[in-house]
């Protein structure tokens, strides 16, 4: 089945700093998303991008369906942005949505 | 306000019961999934629902088992099977027939064997 990989499995940053999350598929999607869990454990919806580029306030994120990967651009990182990023993917033909294991990151003031 | 609605919140299970999660939209959605996750871990697709009256297996169906008789609601039972239930089960859903529409979840169930 389709791998989905991303990394970096951890990141630290001081509050302001500006990172890159990246996932790695290895097959054609038709879904992609990137979802942010709170410490709570809820799935807060960031984007859905199965090609192209968005922005949403600090964050933005771009799909290169063509290559098969997708980057998460996090700007002036708050410490509420703790917590972990997934990248979820929907194979090509198949009606489910495959995860990757997360980058976990905490930005401390 | 429309969403998904998980109950309950925490869930303590004996050895050898079987327990149900419940998951309901109020979205209009066709499409409804269950997922597990473990601590640290991402999340693995338990059963999936495109339908009312139909579901299909995901990666993990052993010792699961769902119905699907209304478009708004897809209870997960987590049967004495289940060799290591304690876990978080999260519901999804989407519009559409298929996972190509924006997926939504649900705030979780925090199950845990005793």
């Known amino acids: 089945g389709i791998q989905v990989e991303q990394s970096p499995p951890d990141l630290i940053l001081q509050e302001g700093a500006n990172s890159t999350l990246r996932c790695n598929f290895s097959?054609?999607?038709?879904?992609l998303q990137w979802f942010h869990q709170n410490p709570w454990g809820q799935l807060i919806n960031l984007f859905y991008?199965?090609?192209g580029t968005k922005q949403n306030g600090r964050l933005s994120a771009t799909t290169v369906a063509t290559e098969r990967y997708s980057l998460l651009y996090i700007s002036s990182s708050q410490t509420t942005d703790s917590g972990v990023y997934f990248c979820a993917v929907g194979p090509g033909g198949y009606n489910k949505l495959i995860f990757g294991a997360g980058t976990r990151l905490a930005v401390h003031p | 306000d429309g969403g998904i609605t998980q109950s309950p919140k925490y869930l303590f299970r004996k050895e050898g019961q079987n327990v149900t999660l419940s998951c309901e939209q109020n979205?209009?959605?066709?499409?409804m999934y269950w997922y597990r996750q473990d601590p640290g871990q991402g999340l693995r697709l338990i059963y999936y629902?495109?339908?009312?009256?139909?579901?299909q297996k995901g990666d993990i169906a052993e010792g699961y088992s769902v119905s699907r008789e209304k478009k708004e609601s897809f209870p997960l039972t987590v049967t004495s099977a289940q060799k290591n239930p304690t876990a978080f089960y999260l519901c999804?859903?989407?519009?559409?027939?298929?996972?190509?529409?924006?997926?939504?979840f649900g705030q979780g169930t925090r199950l845990t064997v005793v």
């Open positions: 999804a859903s989407s519009k559409g027939q298929g996972m190509f529409a924006e997926a939504f």
């Open positions: 991008i199965p090609s």
């Open positions: 097959d054609s999607v038709n879904n």
């Open positions: 629902s495109q339908i009312v009256n139909d579901f």
């Open positions: 979205l209009n959605h066709d499409a």
